[in-house]
């Protein structure tokens, strides 16, 4: 096995054998001098802070990365960081916001999952920190707490400057600026983990001073629905843009630094989905991937460095990379031979090395994977660029089955609109309507949490375009419909619940389900930044009816944290201890558009999402499905969807749950799914995923074993065609096509 510094510093030598290439790649042109890890790589020329940035240039860039939040979201329950003299230090200042917002969600318990057992506070502390335009400086870290996000407003973003040479940034141990932080009662604080829910970082940018080699603007953590958003980090001379990782990073650029974004496994394993997002200028490497790092990216560029991603010694990598551009790259990937692994002997181990680069661009970069431990590379000539490296499963399920391991590769013309974002924008602040302010107009409050809110809540989204709710608790006895052009916005899903009245006959039948919120055939609706919770007694409820279309977009959405078990079956764990039943979690009827960031763990309900009759393209990204009894997702009669960073998780007593059901679809992609069993789950499931009559199926990138109790965490197939019998065994792979 290579030191890591042998591993950081192979040689130029360029080997080719082993690469399959299907089509021949475009006319070279002159990479650029110099070799890995030269620490004075320079980033090409206008890489300063604009929409056509950072290698971006002349490939349908279409996010502008200016403010989301043009104005002061109207929200009373949110903490609003007070006025800072100029030139003064904030640290104090933001940290005691912090410290308020916390309070207040420990107070209002509106985010409470366990109940207060393991240690896990009640309210699990959530809130969130509104931040006015201006710059603010700090000089140490800012503790981001339990589901707390600190959220920038403005026309310009507020700006967070580590001062030069603050202490404790240059010594020899990095340092957080801001650090997502876990809160146990009585216990010590500690980084975010898998029961930590819903932090963010959103709006704002943050820039090192000089001096503070060691600083990170970010230190990044937690289990779902935790997001950077709409971030500019400027780091300098110091040594990461993000450590560590959680679930959603969007519309995130990075520029300079040691390393842009120090990646590991997020917390419990789950994948992390970059979403347009910048990295450029960086001294060593734009990102590097530690233990198990489960990485997803789309519309991503690495420019002006020199090396794109690199997985570091002894570990594999299961990375993604789509519509993505490499600029000024010397190499683009290194990673480490999947024979050379330790334990490589089991076949698990060897095919969980995991290597896919889909439609994406490479420019001015020589080399675009190179292998460490055999030193082999695959060089790259401008133009696009299909590859992948691991085991690859082609014609799956039928009598022409094929496997071939290594590097496949193809190549030709650069797609012109490669980076072009699906992915809608919110609408201004200062166009939305609070439903605080509808309620008054008609004489009413809402958010008492015993009256029916259902009136007002019709009546807003009838007369207004976007309808704001603040952080509450809104009881809706009826399903609330949008109109096509309506939307329905919050800050923070796990603070702002819209939920059924519990036992109300409307949701009473399961013949006949019936939604809380639902939207118009073919509209082109927004929801965002909801809770949606069905109660306990309501047997016919779905928490959503997504009948929405192209540039829609449904994000940022939690429903109520059940897990199954059955009813004979008693439980200390909270989790377990609802004993409701519901319909459907997410219920996709013919619409589609743009899902995002979006946690189903409504364990009672038939399954955490369904699709059925869809032909609408769809981008589903970093979606978590999980505790249902049988299965997580189902898609019926869907085609034209993408799934980007798919994560599913049985548990202990839902141990039959399938991960993925498919019944006569057609063209669906997924990228990098996770599909997860827990070690304590009771017996074995014979497959993850489930096909009946489907076609032009492609998975790749797939992770579906764990070393622990394999006999029963791993599944017994991967995938398996339930008419035919057929199945594939391997858990572990990078491509699997189905014809």
């Known amino acids: 096995m290579l030191s890591r510094r042998r591993f950081a510093g192979l040689t130029a030598a360029a080997v080719t054998a ?3 290439r299907t089509t021949q790649p475009a006319a070279a042109t002159t990479g650029p001098a110099g070799t890995a890890g030269s620490a004075g790589y320079a980033a090409p020329a206008g890489s300063a802070w604009s929409a056509g940035s950072a290698g971006s240039a002349g490939f349908g860039e279409s996010v502008g990365f200016g403010s989301a939040y043009d104005a002061c979201p109207p929200d009373p329950g949110a903490v609003v960081l007070g006025s800072v003299a100029p030139g003064a230090d904030a640290t104090s200042a933001l940290q005691a916001a912090v410290d308020e917002a916390s309070r207040r969600g420990i107070a209002n318990r509106l985010g409470d999952i366990l109940g207060g057992v393991r240690d896990f506070p009640l309210g699990d502390g959530g809130g969130v920190v509104l931040v006015p335009p201006g710059t603010y400086r700090l000089s140490a870290p800012v503790d981001v707490h339990d589901s707390v996000r600190i959220i920038g407003f403005g026309r310009q973003r507020p700006r967070f400057v580590l001062a030069p040479n603050s202490p404790g940034y240059a010594g020899t141990v990095p340092r957080d600026v801001f650090s997502f932080r876990r809160r146990p009662i009585g216990g010590p604080v500690t980084y975010a983990n ?86 450029s200028g960086q001294r060593e490497v734009a990102i590097r991937a530690n233990n198990d790092a489960k990485l997803v990216l789309v519309r991503t560029v690495l420019a002006g460095v020199p090396r794109g991603a ?26 480490n031979d999947s024979d050379q692994l330790p334990g490589a002997t089991d076949a698990r181990i060897r095919n969980s090395n995991q290597l896919n680069l889909v439609n994406s661009v490479v420019r001015r970069t020589p080399t675009i994977l190179t292998l460490a431990q055999s030193g082999q590379r695959t060089a790259a000539r401008d133009g696009g660029i299909d590859l992948s490296y691991g085991l690859r499963i082609t014609d799956a399920l039928t009598t022409r089955e094929a496997r071939t391991d290594g590097v496949v590769m193809s190549a030709g013309r650069a797609d012109p609109g490669v980076l072009k974002s699906d992915v809608p924008d919110l609408p201004p602040v200062s166009t939305w309507v609070s439903i605080h302010d509808v309620a008054a107009r008609m004489g009413r409050t809402v958010g008492s949490g015993t009256a029916d809110d259902l009136p007002v809540f019709q009546a807003a989204v009838d007369r207004h375009e976007t309808v704001f709710v603040p952080i509450g608790e809104y009881l ?52 965002h930044g909801l809770g949606l919770d069905t109660a306990r007694n309501t047997p016919g409820a779905v928490n959503v009816s ?23 079956v008693p439980s200390g764990d909270p989790g377990y201890s609802y004993k409701g039943k519901h319909k459907y979690g997410v219920w996709v009827r013919g619409g589609g558009g743009v899902l995002s960031n979006i946690w189903s763990s409504n364990g009672w309900a038939d399954n955490g999402l369904l699709v059925e009759h869809s032909a609408v393209p769809t981008s589903a990204y970093e979606l978590s499905i999980e505790h249902h009894q049988y299965r997580e997702v189902v898609l019926r009669h869907v085609s034209g969807w993408s799934f980007f960073g798919l994560q599913t998780e049985d548990h202990i007593y839902g141990w039959q749950s399938q991960a993925l059901e498919l019944e006569q679809c057609e063209r669906l992609r997924f990228g990098n799914s996770v599909f997860f069993r827990v070690a304590t789950v009771l017996g074995p499931a014979p497959y993850g995923v489930g096909l009946r009559n489907c076609r032009d199926i492609v998975f790749r990138g797939n992770r579906g074993y764990r070393d622990k109790t394999p006999e029963f965490t791993q599944w017994g197939a991967a995938v398996a065609d339930v008419r035919t019998g057929r199945s594939v065994p391997e858990p572990e792979f990078s491509v699997l096509t189905v014809r």
Request: glycine share 14%; proline share 5%.
């Open 476 to 527: 809706l006895a009826g399903t609330l419909r949008l109109r096509r052009g309506s939307n329905l916005i919050g800050l923070h899903p796990r603070q702002t619940w819209l939920r059924t009245p519990d036992g109300t006959p409307y949701f009473g039948d399961p013949d006949r389900p019936r939604a809380l919120v639902e939207t118009a055939p073919g509209g082109r609706n927004i929801i």
């Open 310 to 335: 690199e997985c570091v010694a002894g570990q594999f990598l299961h990375l993604y990379l789509q519509n993505c551009v490499l600029d000024n790259v010397a190499e683009g990937i290194v990673m």
């Open 18 to 20: 082993g690469v399959v």
């Open 546 to 568: 997504w009948r929405s279309g192209r540039g829609s977009y449904l994000a940022d959405i939690a429903t109520q944290f059940v897990k199954w078990h059955p009813d004979d």
């Open 194 to 279: 898998n029961d930590t829910f819903g932090s963010g970082l959103i709006n704002v940018d943050v820039e090192i001073g000089a001096g503070n080699p060691q600083a990170i603007a970010v230190r990044f953590g937690g289990a779902q629905l935790c997001i950077l958003q709409d971030l500019d980090l400027e780091v300098g001379d110091g040594f990461a843009g993000i450590d560590h990782n959680a679930n959603l990073i969007q519309r995130v650029r990075v520029r300079g630094g040691a390393v842009g974004f120090n990646a590991y496994a997020a917390s419990a394993g789950w994948p992390t989905t970059l979403l347009d997002c910048r990295f």
